[in-house]
């Protein structure tokens, strides 16, 4: 990619790039738990998940929040299953991008990260995965109070980076977050595998 140099600092997103999206298994636990139809779950879910990613709602609160909007109740102890659930369909990681970030980080470049994440599972990732500790800065959204493509979640970053945009490539595998890094000047690439990103970087 042109003008991305082996000085310049990597932001990358976490789940569909480093992480693994929902797994199916996790996803249909907590249809199940929540014992409401799949499609009505899934729209309270995604539609709900802004403030709990942004911090301005707990888990057990984003949970009542999607309750309502189901026109059920969730126990607590139904609360706390689905807590639990939720972190652990988000848990897998793609060992091969793990792998690549260490690389990275041992060759002296800067790498960073931008994730949107509610906050029990950032707390999950921090108790179970050291490699977290090789991004120079973490912009997790529970933390920062933004979530992509929100571009205060990205001058975050910046800011704590001391970089210009233009010398920072985004990697996400979402177009609309990486269109909303381009706009604000930094490179942008579209995660599809960790093979195409080491194109990008010019790695074998």
């Known amino acids: 990619m042109p003008g991305i140099k082996a000085g310049e600092t990597l932001l990358f997103d976490m789940f569909g790039v480093i992480a693994r999206v929902q797994s199916p298994v996790g996803k249909a636990r907590l249809v199940e738990l929540a014992g409401v139809p799949e499609e009505e779950f899934w729209g309270a879910y995604w539609a ?68 949107n994440i509610p906050e029990e599972l950032a707390a999950h990732y921090e108790r179970h995965h050291p490699w977290l500790a090789h991004f120079r800065v973490r912009g997790l959204s529970c933390r920062i109070g933004h979530a992509k493509p929100d571009p205060a979640a990205y001058a975050w970053c910046l800011r704590e980076l001391g970089v210009e945009a233009c010398r920072v490539l985004f990697v996400d ?32």
């Open 173 to 204: 595998d979402r177009e609309e977050n990486v269109r909303a890094a381009r706009a604000l000047g930094m490179h942008g690439h579209v995660f599809t595998s960790a093979r195409a990103l080491r194109g990008v970087l010019g790695l074998s």
């Open 48 to 115: 709900l998940r802004p403030p709990y990613d942004s911090g301005r709602v707990t888990g057990p609160g984003y949970w009542r929040l999607v309750a309502d909007a189901l026109g059920t109740r969730f126990d607590p102890d139904r609360t706390a299953a689905l807590v639990e659930a939720d972190v652990a369909s988000w848990s897998a990681v793609d060992e091969e991008m793990v792998s690549l970030i260490g690389e990275l980080a041992a060759s002296g470049r800067t790498v960073a990260l931008l994730s």
